[in-house]
């Protein structure tokens, strides 16, 4: 069960996602459900999380893991971050499982905010 403004997920970013999945299946027996090419999620290995295509774009891509925080309410997450100097670098998308946006903290550092509430 999501919690009010706790971590929730992580995500990776990953070059090659049949190599990574190749790679922890084997060395930690983890098991996958992909969500198109890009895209793959772990469950019941400690923290809930995935994998996702990287590219040299992205503010994650050399490595870092993304933090995906839980919100019932995206609209007044969203205004508190911006109200407290935080920066939208990705507006409100849907995804499977609900609706979710990036944005980065003072420092320049990206997470996420996801709600199964709706948009």
Same mark, same amino acid.
């Given at each position: ?22 790679? *922890? ?5 983890? &098991?996958? $459900?992909?969500? !198109?090419?890009?895209?793959? +999620?772990?469950?019941?290995?400690? %923290?809930?999380?995935? *994998? ?5 774009? &992205?503010? $994650?891509?050399? !490595?870092?893991?993304?933090? +995906?925080?839980?919100?019932?309410? %995206? ?45």
């Amino acid at each position: 069960m999501s919690v009010e403004g706790k971590i929730s997920y992580v995500e990776f970013p990953s070059k090659n996602i049949a190599t990574t999945k190749k790679f *922890f299946s084997e060395v930690f027996s983890w &098991s996958f $459900t992909d969500y !198109g090419k890009e895209y793959t +999620v772990f469950s019941a290995e400690g %923290l809930n999380g995935g *994998f996702y295509q990287a590219d040299l774009s &992205s503010t $994650t891509a050399s !490595g870092g893991a993304l933090i +995906v925080l839980y919100s019932s309410q %995206l609209k007044e997450t969203q205004a508190k971050i911006e109200g407290a100097n935080g920066r939208i670098v990705k507006p409100v998308f849907a995804f499977p499982g609900g609706h979710r946006f990036h944005f980065c903290d003072p420092n320049g550092n990206e997470y996420a905010v996801w709600s199964d509430k709706g948009a």
